[in-house]
């Protein structure tokens, strides 16, 4: 049991709350209607394992990176908890899962998991060379939603990506706040990231940006989708909510980072898709 508390501490396990109610939000906003039971598990499956298997990835290719940082330093790999072999073969085992859950669902998944995964490799190393890496992150929960339509509908349309689009930004501006905590180390180190490059005050009005952009994304789908009071509902508590976090974060105080970053992005995601869900089932535009 101690290994597996590890293990899930290496991948953040909890946090898999972030991502996964905007992949419910996709599913059932794709047909206005719930989803049945077996695709729901499916999609939960698909979601957890391939954040699993990008969170392993991500810490064997930032291993040397963590050892040197003292933030990071007391992780799992740097700190000889677990060895390298172990961390490979728990993303073998991930991505399989993955797969496994993907062969459930919609057959046109089958040919587009690639697009999921890519993206979760390519991103641990895009701090090596630009400051762009925040959205890289954004565009790997991003396609939550996007994947959790398709696998659904079998179909690609426009609204997913609209909502893909406003989560990469809520997750671009949350990745450029929790970036601030390491600009001395990412300067040392000639690491790229937004506020290595251009400090915290711009910094923090950048995030500001991507989240207000995030909400008008979010109101665009609910206009095109026409969806009632109970979704509307959601987008302004969602937009309260991420106001109140950008404001609580100051250039010259930063000590209440880790409750904007972890606490509230989950009850701001959870708030998202439970009245998305509401408008679903009880609104005007669901199937009562």
């Known amino acids: 049991m101690g290994k597996v508390k590890i293990y899930l501490e290496m991948i953040k396990f909890q946090h898999s709350i972030f991502a996964l109610p905007f992949a419910y939000l996709g599913a059932f906003l794709s047909e206005m209607r719930m989803p049945d039971f077996i695709t729901l598990v499916w999609i939960t499956i698909a979601m957890v394992s391939a954040r699993s298997f990008a969170m392993a990835v991500n810490r064997l290719i930032d291993m040397e990176i963590d050892r040197r940082n003292p933030r990071t330093a007391e992780r799992a790999l740097p700190k000889g908890l677990l060895s390298v072999s172990s961390v490979i073969f728990f993303s073998f085992i991930s991505l399989t899962v993955f797969l496994l859950a993907v062969y459930n669902l919609s ?35 991003g396609l939550a939603p996007v994947g959790a339509w398709i696998a659904v509908t079998d179909t690609i349309s426009p609204e997913p990506f609209l909502i893909g689009t406003a989560v990469l930004l809520w997750v671009a501006g949350f990745d450029i706040f929790y970036a601030i905590q390491d600009i001395a180390f990412d300067r040392q180190q000639e690491l790229h990231s937004i506020p290595a490059r251009f400090g915290v005050k711009t910094s923090l009005f950048l995030t500001k940006i991507l989240h207000f952009i995030s909400i008008a994304l979010l109101s665009w789908v609910g206009i095109r989708l026409n969806l009632g009071i109970f979704y509307f509902i959601g987008v302004c508590i969602t937009a309260i909510l991420l106001t109140y976090e950008n404001s609580i974060i100051k250039p010259n105080d930063l000590s209440k980072l880790n409750m904007a970053f972890f606490t509230m992005n989950g009850v701001v995601s959870i708030l998202m898709f439970c009245f998305a869900a509401m408008e679903v089932i009880f609104g005007r535009t669901g199937n009562v």
Do not use: A, E, M
Request: hydrophobic share 50%; net charge positive.
């Open 107 to 141: 057959p046109i998944c089958r040919y587009l998991w690639p697009i999921v995964v890519i993206p979760f490799i390519v991103y641990p190393y895009t701090k090596r060379f630009t400051w762009l890496s925040h959205f890289v992150l954004g565009l790997c929960l």
